[in-house]
């Protein structure tokens, strides 16, 4: 996300509130000894209204967001546009990101948006799967979390364009899930220089790592198509966006409008 939105409604909020109060206060009074408004001053203060309601909302309500790839593969779809809530994990200051009141903290199994570490100005989705002080070992394609295995079940397979992966139920926490996994995919572990990097060990296929404080590790749920902690490490606290929990409009880009659409994929997940 190379443009800030966020700031740009900020931005936009705090220049239209000064000519809705330069039209209030000062605008009036002229017009009332016959004097127009500047056109700017007319129309400037009169989308402040509109903007300002956008902006709390997105702020410290929820936030939309669009599900750009498959790594979250079958909790998400290419094309899920979602809703975020932005309180879950903290009351935050616009643009900042600075946490100002604390009410939850990430729970294993949960889907969070977050900012990319390696990239700020990207949003991320994944999976939290390890949490501060956590073990997380990821070997032969199974999940362990401070040397307890996490439980699966199988699910049948699941087709995706011309590959055939495995589905599996996986709880995390108390949250169960579905993930897959694909047999036929034996690349190595993939990794790039990162904050505590030595808090990993890496072989074949195979991933070891505790977690740090303050910092959580993340999975996509399309495990051998998902760049995630495995390759680019920890996700600090600062970095958190909120918890995705509804899929609002689903539409396909491949498929044209209106067969792209899909209202099936409207609702909750897990």
Known sequence: MLVDFALILFLLSVVTGA???????????????GSP???????????FPVILPIFLLRSFWVEPFRIPSGSMVPTLMVGDFILVNKYTYGVRLPVLNKKIIEVNLPQRGDVMVFRYPQDKTQDYIKRVVGLPGD????????????????PVKDAGDFVEGTVTNQRFLETLGDVEHAMLNNPADNRNAMSI??????????????V???????????????????????????VPEENIVGKA?????????ILPFPKGIDFSRIGSFK
């Open 19 to 33: 000519l809705w109060f330069f039209d209030v206060f000062k605008a009036r009074k002229l017009r009332s000894k």
């Open 208 to 234: 070891i790592c505790t977690v740090p404080p303050g910092h959580y590790f993340m999975m996509g749920d399309n495990r051998d198509n998902s760049a995630d902690s495995r390759v680019w490490g920890f």
């Open 135 to 150: 073990k997380i070992e990821y070997i032969n394609k199974r999940l362990t979390v401070n040397g307890v295995a996490v």
């Open 193 to 206: 220089p990162h904050p505590y990097n030595e808090n990993c060990v890496r072989s074949a296929q195979n």
């Open 245 to 253: 929990f509804f899929v609002w409009f689903h539409i396909d880009s």
């Open 37 to 47: 408004d500047p056109w700017w001053v007319e129309y400037g203060a009169s989308f």
